[in-house]
């Protein structure tokens, strides 16, 4: 047997001394954990490293580490360290393992989850291949079989520690199971221990525990909160998500809308996918800039979602915009080479992805095609019919009004000198990735207000210009109906004013007849018409008509100011 000297001569066992030199590493860390500094909690995740060489499986050690890297908010190491407890993991392998698999690299992606420990290995015979979405009451009927047979073996702390971490990875659903479960044993280990104990035992433990500083209960209270906040962020997005599919995209984009405009941030995994919810509305709903500019936003945290450049490639072509569209095909097809070659989909394995890897070489061929169609286009000379009405979101043949209307909000709300304001609700899982995603978001909303730019400006010169071929066509109008109406307005004046009068008497114009009424005094007449001077000719045949051609027509006259 393998024996290590001691320093005062005598011989003992390699795992004694090992235990021994575990065990200081340990106590050392632990004191700078309790510092709390975070220079001390990273010597302290070295001391642990050191235990966990020697002891892979010791618990205490693995305990330090995960809430070390918690404490570090090194979310992603944490996961990584504790993926198989991660319920939608074993879920997805399941899905796998049912399904057959159509390449290796598929086959190698699930046999790295095989070593799940947590769950049951009973397979789910009525789950369907394309799953996307899981129950939640599943997931914890599983969670508390596993727990109830391995209780006593492995410790209680991984599901407070993996479902915080899992909450700001935006693993929510992972999260809440995890919360949940681990709220349940605790009320379970502290009923059992409290009816074990005495009376004394307990009064004893509750006088030390209110001389301690209260650091459990806060903790408690923390993840209770978290937990809280977790539930309501499901449930706003599981009442988007039925309103899209219900066809209400108002309603969805409102509620979408809160979560990520809430006051509390939101976690970096979760903001993109509500963002990418989100332009999946607008674009049902018609408004194209507002669904590229949560196609933007989605990319800037998560510059590898598939889903979001598809999108936007896709909204892109609709407004005709073939070359930034086919920039957006050409970046995906690089990513799905990509994946190709590495034989797995991009990130860790407990990162949830919209497609699957078997997917992807199918999704390849379309993507070649449809780039070779949009190459052929724009060789063809088809870049400058880019339809920017659908961009801002008009009608054709609005008003100017209309048009600056809606250009004003476009400008308030993408700007991009605003281009960076979501990060502020953004709970990111590494502050070294908040300057590179704000650079991507401030890249793409300029690209996307210069475009906005450019078509309000086509826009405005359209309506000016079918503006002043109206007033042409009025003004041709006016001068060719004028010279029309002047003949039939002689004709009318001459008909007026001449009289015919019969053979018997001699023709007088009204004018004649008025100047020598006005000249010669005559007795008044009680029957004499009285009234204003009328000018309209029209009138006064009608009054002769009235009156008879052979008797004179009784005026009273007054004096008029002109």
């Known amino acids: 047997m393998a024996v290590c000297p001691n ?67 090194r979310f992603k190491e944490v996961a990584d360290m504790l993926q198989d407890y991660i319920p939608s993991l074993k879920l997805t392998a399941t899905e796998d393992e049912a399904s057959p698999p159509s390449s290796e690299g598929s086959s190698s992606s699930s ?96 006088e030390s ?35 899209l599919d219900a066809g209400l995209f108002s309603e969805s984009i409102r509620h979408f809308s809160k979560i990520v405009d809430g006051r509390r941030p939101a976690p970096q995994g979760f903001l993109a996918e509500c963002y990418m919810h989100r332009a999946t509305a607008y674009r049902s709903a018609g408004r194209i800039a507002e669904a590229i500019a949560d196609c933007n936003k989605t990319l800037a945290l998560e510059p590898s979602c598939i889903q979001a450049l598809e999108t936007r490639a896709a909204l892109l072509e609709t407004v005709r915009c073939f070359p930034d569209s086919l920039h957006d095909l050409e970046h995906l097809k690089l990513l799905y080479n990509t994946i190709l070659r590495d034989r797995k989909l991009p990130g860790p394995a407990w990162k949830r992805h919209n497609v699957k890897y ?92 210069r475009l906005i730019q450019k078509g309000y400006s086509a826009v405005k010169a359209i309506i000016s210009e079918e ?6 066509r009025k003004k041709n109008d006016a001068a060719v109906q004028t010279p029309a109406e002047a003949p039939m307005n002689k004709i009318a004046v001459k008909k007026a004013v001449v009289i015919k009068i019969p053979e018997n008497t001699e023709p007088k114009p009204v004018e004649r007849s008025k100047i020598i009424e006005n000249t010669e005094p005559k007795p008044v007449n009680s029957n004499a018409y009285q009234g204003v001077f009328c000018r309209d000719l029209a009138a006064v045949g009608n009054l002769l008509t009235r009156a008879g051609f052979n008797h004179p027509i009784p005026v009273k006259y007054e004096a008029l100011t002109c």
Not at 210 to 237: C, D, M, Q, V, Y
Not at 405 to 429: G, M, V, W
């Open 467 to 472: 503006a002043e071929a109206a007033e042409k």
């Open 111 to 206: 046999s790295s989850r095989d070593g799940v420990k947590l769950l049951s290995d009973a397979s789910m015979p009525g789950r369907e291949s394309s799953f996307k979405c899981f129950s939640v009451s599943d997931l914890t009927k599983k969670v508390m079989a596993g727990i109830c047979k391995k209780c006593d073996k492995e410790g209680q702390w991984r599901y407070v520690v993996l479902g915080q971490a899992c909450c700001y990875l935006g693993l929510m659903e992972d999260a809440m199971v995890l919360l949940q479960t681990g709220k349940r044993l605790a009320s379970a280990e502290f009923r059992r221990r409290s009816i074990c104990w005495s009376d004394d035992s307990f009064t004893l433990l509750t």
């Open 7 to 73: 320093v005062n001569g005598d011989k003992k066992h390699w795992w004694f001394t090992q235990r021994k030199l575990v065990d200081k590493y340990i106590k050392d860390a632990k004191t700078l954990m309790a510092s709390e500094e975070l220079n001390d909690v990273t010597s302290a995740v070295h001391l642990l490293d050191a235990a966990l060489s020697m002891s892979p499986r010791l618990e205490t050690a693995l305990e330090l580490k995960a809430r070390s890297l918690l404490f570090l908010r």
């Open 358 to 449: 078997r997917e992807i070489p199918g999704k390849l061929c379309v993507l070649t095609t449809k780039t070779q169609k949009l190459k052929q286009k724009i060789a063809n000379g088809e870049t400058g019919n880019v339809d920017y009405y659908g961009l801002i979101g008009v009608r054709r043949g609005c008003t100017r009004s209309e048009l600056d209307r809606a250009h004003l909000l476009l400008c308030l709300r993408y700007k991009p000198d605003r281009a960076s304001s979501f990060i502020d609700r953004c709970e990111f899982t590494d502050q070294n990735e908040v300057d590179s995603v704000r650079d991507r978001a401030k890249m793409s909303s300029l690209l996307l207000y």
């Open 209 to 243: 525990s209110s001389t301690s500083p209260p650091r459990n209960l806060t903790e408690g209270e923390n993840f209770t909160h978290l937990l809280a906040h977790i539930k309501l962020l499901l449930r706003r997005r599981a009442a988007a998500i039925a309103a």
